[in-house]
């Protein structure tokens, strides 16, 4: 299921996936929180032929992702689960503090649906919290933002982590999905390559950072207006949250130092 608004022009909107056994069905994310996108949602589910939903998994914190889950919990009775790392601002901020999740998780839970079983993968990165859902029996890996076709993903300094990330499209690697369905936009049936072609994008960008920063030393807004030249005015506060999480990966790994001015140097 897609519905709703664009996250930014030209972005698609967000995806929500109906799984289902022979005994049960499990709603993966509830896309955003407006009436008219329940609406659709309720038609979708209503005319499809499944078993009951017997769980609403919220995959990460993002209004896009958890914003009709209150709606859904109170049509249809279900119990909402996210990680426990994304729990207080999903129940805050999606939940708006009306009811708790049902089921906290950590990641490993499996969930039985009669046929096939969801394995839960605490996946952080996009947020501390992320979540990704395999299923074994047809090899598939549901991504939500972590990996994207049309898109690399964005990482926010309060919200996530570049090292977490990196080591999530590793272990994405490791488990060598068929396909991989994303939170936005389409499958991704080429997941090796796609994993592969991320994995290089931040090592290009952490290297065009260091060569930078060996130049002289460098503000965040300054090397954003380095890095990403010519980009339009309403996306530059996005691109200098990217550099931020870049150069705190790069500050654990000792790669650069802060200096007392704000701005960073390598320690190369």
């Known amino acids: 299921m ?90 805050r901020d999606r939940l708006n503090s009306e009811i708790k999740i049902a089921s906290s998780l950590n990641g490993g839970e499996v969930r039985d649906l009669g046929g096939i079983n969801l394995e839960l993968i605490h996946a952080p990165g996009h947020t501390f919290g992320c979540l990704a859902i395999y299923i074994p029996e047809r090899e598939v890996l ?29 272990l994405f690697q490791d488990i060598n999905p068929r396909i991989m369905y994303t939170g936005h936009g389409r499958p991704v049936k080429n997941p090796r390559q796609r994993l592969n072609r991320l994995i290089d994008h931040r090592l290009r960008r952490e290297e065009s950072i260091l060569n930078k920063l060996k130049v002289r030393p460098l503000s965040t807004a300054q090397l954003s207006d380095v890095i990403y030249k010519g980009l339009q005015s309403s996306r530059k506060p996005l691109a200098e949250r990217q550099i931020i999480t870049t150069l705190l990966k790069l500050l654990e790994e000792g790669k650069v130092v802060k200096e007392e001015n704000d701005t960073y140097k390598t320690n190369l």
């Open 2 to 91: 897609t519905f709703g608004k664009e996250p930014l022009p030209g972005f698609p909107a967000p995806n929500s996936y109906l799984v289902f056994g022979t005994d049960t069905s499990i709603l993966i994310d509830t896309g955003w929180e407006n009436n008219d996108d329940h609406r659709s949602r309720m038609a979708y589910l209503r005319q499809t032929n499944s078993p009951p939903i017997s769980e609403i998994i919220i995959t990460h914190r993002h209004p896009d992702h958890g914003g009709g889950a209150l709606h859904l919990h109170k049509e249809f009775g279900t119990p909402i689960a996210c990680h426990e790392k994304d729990q207080e601002v999903i129940e």
């Open 142 to 170: 549901f991504t939500t933002d972590t990996v994207m076709d049309i898109s690399t993903t964005s990482i926010n300094p309060n919200d996530g982590s570049l090292v977490e990330y990196m080591q999530t499209l590793n």
